[in-house]
């Protein structure tokens, strides 16, 4: 990994983790890219399971922008996972509650309520792939998930 920055952005879903991490120079593409993407939570019933079918393919057209997409279901793999990155120029965005963990860990976190607007977007995708993970893990469709991790 060179020394770009990395923005890193990571969501919990009850005990699901998702994390991704992307340059900053593919910033400007990914969010150009993520026009679908909605709080999980405002949706609908009905909402929710066409958001849920659609969810993989759009996912997997964004996954060139991003440097790694991973999944995972405690905070001391994250930091094994972050630990492996040598982190120089970094910003790590994340659950607010995730990120008092992770600053007592040495790390430089944004908690999710102090994303910038510009940013938000992408943090709406970990959601999403923390809730849709989490909904397939629970169905027993692991293979699906399995195709989201880079």
């Not at 790590?92 to 102090?114: A, N």
């Amino acid at each position: 990994m060179d020394q770009c920055s990395l923005y890193v952005f990571i969501d919990r879903s009850v005990d699901t983790y998702a994390l991704i991490v992307v340059e900053e120079r593919n910033l400007p593409s990914l969010r150009r890219a993520l026009k679908w993407v909605v709080h999980f939570k405002k949706l609908s019933r009905r909402e929710e399971k066409s958001f849920l079918g659609a969810f993989r393919r759009r996912f997997r057209k964004v996954m060139r922008y991003l440097t790694y997409s991973r999944l995972m279901y405690s905070p001391e793999e994250i930091h094994r996972f972050l630990s492996s990155l040598n982190l120089v120029k970094y910003t790590i965005y994340c659950d607010d509650s995730l990120s008092k963990w992770l600053k007592r860990k040495g790390y430089r976190v944004i908690p999710e309520s102090r994303t910038p607007s510009n940013l938000r977007s992408l943090m709406l995708l970990v959601d999403n792939l923390a809730n849709y993970s989490r909904i397939m893990h629970k169905k027993g469709k692991l293979e699906k998930i399995r195709e989201l991790v880079k």
